[in-house]
């Protein structure tokens, strides 16, 4: 199915109005009006719309005031201007302003179906044009790098997506840059001049997670010394990022539901519903499916969320974007620690592209700062690659070898059991099974630089299955 | 009425903006401006009563280009007077133009109310909607 558009029409005459209305409707766009011109910038702020049909005598303004006003507009939608001055000074004055065409009145419904189809070709051509040049130019789109034909699937339906505001989806493995796409869709919408709110619910403590969303008052439950909003008063005519969605518990996320919904909140302990305008983006790194197969998601939630879904592709399978994104983050880091790299070898390249990177772009990250840190010279070598884990499931073939150095294996992304000769050989330096259990999680913590749901995912338990062992521990 | 006034409708012009016979969308948008077209009647009295030649040429530019989505042409081009009068000349002036501008509406609207454009005219195809 074609996919449903918005056009204005800014007119003051009912008849007329309902004229490009009906005949419009009639080939399945969705309609949004105005009689003059203060409406019709209301509705522009206020919703995403592709296509204006701007008569130009309105009761409170000139429309080309409006076209005036567009003009600064990052994503101004494409304007067929009608007039019923045929002087053909008028119609060029507004294409100088930027509308796309004119029309005569009267004007007859298959000429006006087709000049406002033409206006939508046209301000699509024009946008697809833009994403493959800022792709092309900077290698990369809004805060990303690559430009392999994966990642130009993901600009592509991120631009056609922002300017919407319907809810979007993301899925990818960790490490793949949901956040950075869930950023990019808020940037590049009508709501970026107001506020991001990325909420990470499986770093969040579930009892804190209601409050934390929607807000509490003073007294509502032990430590809410103070009334308190939550992201959902932040993101008010901006853009929630809830990740790791799946964490949530289903007491909430039926509170999330009815939000989404209506967009009434409560604070926690208020008792007074709110209102916010809302764009919701979620995320996973796991099949968000079998999460609503095992009960751990909502299946509403998740259809109410699914509007647009974005999956984000594994950095494996990027191609020459693994260069890319390594010579970024060396000029980066080179520069933050002072450091002479400038390129790699091209053995080394060869190597970051064979290798399958299970932890995405995070972990290229961390490898390439791994060596400006511990290393120093024009140049990467072979020599200054440090040991990277290889995980069975995700490389084709045997492992390449030469880039791990005798640290344990992977498989399925876990560690094997360290051999009987680790383990204890004497009753004695047997330790309690639970104070094992906290160094090992504790360690597991360290190992991901603090992250509680990495090292969570690495242990094959939930997050807040650590958080109340944690709490246990005081 | 006048007997040597032109047409209320012109038939021709509806066949070429609507199809022949006109589509279904003629006759909601027709309905339509059997109301709004009384309305702008009473706004351009209003105005001139009022000494508002502002928005009598408003009153007039709307009414033009509304009686000629609908094919009322001798109506628009009262109006479209009306307008450029308003925008030029002074009230005293156009007294004549408004009552032109009611003339016209009024066989408009009589044609509308007995069916259509094209009721009762011996030279139109059809004979009003349905």
């Known amino acids: 199915m074609a996919e449903q558009r918005t056009i204005l029409i800014v007119e003051d005459s009912r008849s007329l109005a309902q004229t490009c209305k009906l005949q419009l409707e009639a080939v399945g766009h969705r309609m949004l009006m105005a009689e003059n011109g203060g409406d019709a910038l209301a509705l522009l702020r206020d919703n995403t719309v592709d296509c204006m049909l701007l008569d130009l005598n309105l009761p409170d303004m000139d429309g080309m005031e409006i076209l005036r006003e567009m003009r600064q507009w990052p994503h101004a939608p494409a304007t067929v201007v009608t007039t019923a001055n045929a002087a053909l000074t008028v119609a060029v004055e507004a294409v100088r302003l930027g509308a796309f065409d004119y029309l005569v009145k009267p004007f007859a419904g298959a000429r006006l179906v087709t000049t406002v189809n033409n206006a939508l070709s046209n301000v699509d051509l024009k946008r697809e044009v833009e994403t493959f040049r800022r792709t092309v130019e900077h290698a990369g789109f809004a805060d990303f790098i690559g430009r392999s034909l994966p990642m130009q699937r993901v600009y592509r339906t991120i631009e056609a997506a922002a300017r919407s505001s319907a809810s979007v989806f993301i899925t990818g493995e960790s490490g793949t840059g949901k956040e950075l796409a869930a950023h990019a869709l808020h940037t590049l919408s009508p709501r970026a001049t107001r506020q991001f709110v990325p909420l990470n619910c499986g770093a969040i403590p579930r009892d804190l997670l209601e409050s934390t969303i929607f807000g509490h008052i003073k007294g509502a439950f032990t430590g809410a010394a103070n009334d308190q909003d939550g992201a959902a008063a932040r993101a008010d005519g901006g853009t ?72 984000m592709p594994p950095l494996r399978d990027r191609g020459e974007d693994i260069l890319l994104i390594a010579r970024g983050f060396l000029e980066e880091f080179a520069q933050a620690e002072g450091r002479a790299f400038r390129s790699m070898t091209p053995e080394v390249e060869a190597r970051l592209l064979a ?82 259990e906290r160094l090992y999680i504790e360690r597991a913590i360290d190992l991901h630089e603090g992250s509680i749901p990495l090292a969570a995912r690495r242990l094959g338990i939930s997050p807040s299955t650590i958080y109340r062992k944690k709490e246990g521990w005081g | 009425m006048p007997d040597d006034m032109p047409p209320a409708f012109d038939h021709a012009h509806i066949a070429d903006q609507w199809g022949s016979p006109a589509d279904d969308i003629y006759w909601t948008i027709l309905g339509i401006f059997a109301e709004e077209g009384a309305k702008l009647c009473e706004d351009a009295r209003a105005a001139l009563s009022g000494g508002q030649l502002q928005a009598l040429g408003r009153t007039a530019h709307t009414m033009k280009s509304a009686a000629a989505n609908v094919g009322a042409l001798h109506l628009s081009r009262c109006a479209r007077e009306l307008e450029e009068a308003s925008q030029a000349g002074t009230l005293r002036d156009l007294a004549p133009l408004v009552a032109r501008v009611e003339t016209a509406w009024a066989a408009v609207s009589e044609r509308i109310a007995e069916g259509g454009p094209m009721a009762g005219d011996p030279t139109a195809e059809g004979s009003g909607h349905g």
Request: zero cysteines; a negative charge; hydrophobic letters at 40%.
């Open chain 1, 355 to 436: 290798y399958p990177w299970p932890g995405n772009v995070r972990q290229l990250q961390n490898v390439i700062r791994n060596i400006v840190v511990l290393n120093d010279g024009p140049e990467i070598t072979e020599a200054m690659l440090p040991a990277l884990p290889v995980s069975e499931t995700l490389s084709s073939g045997p492992p390449p070898s030469s880039l791990f150095n005798g640290k344990p294996a992977l498989t399925n992304g876990h560690a094997s059991p360290p051999p009987l000769a680790d383990l204890p050989e004497a009753a004695e330096a047997i330790i309690p099974l639970a104070q094992m």
């Open chain 1, 240 to 311: 929630l990022f809830l990740d790791e969605l799946g964490e949530m518990e289903m007491g909430l996320q039926t509170k999330l539901l009815r939000f989404i919904q209506t967009g009434a909140y409560e604070r926690v302990g208020e008792g007074r519903l709110r209102q916010a305008n809302i764009r919701f983006i979620a995320a996973t790194n796991r099949d968000p499916l079998e999460a609503v197969r095992e009960g751990r998601l909502r299946e509403d939630l998740f259809y109410r969320l699914f509007v647009v879904p974005v999956a």
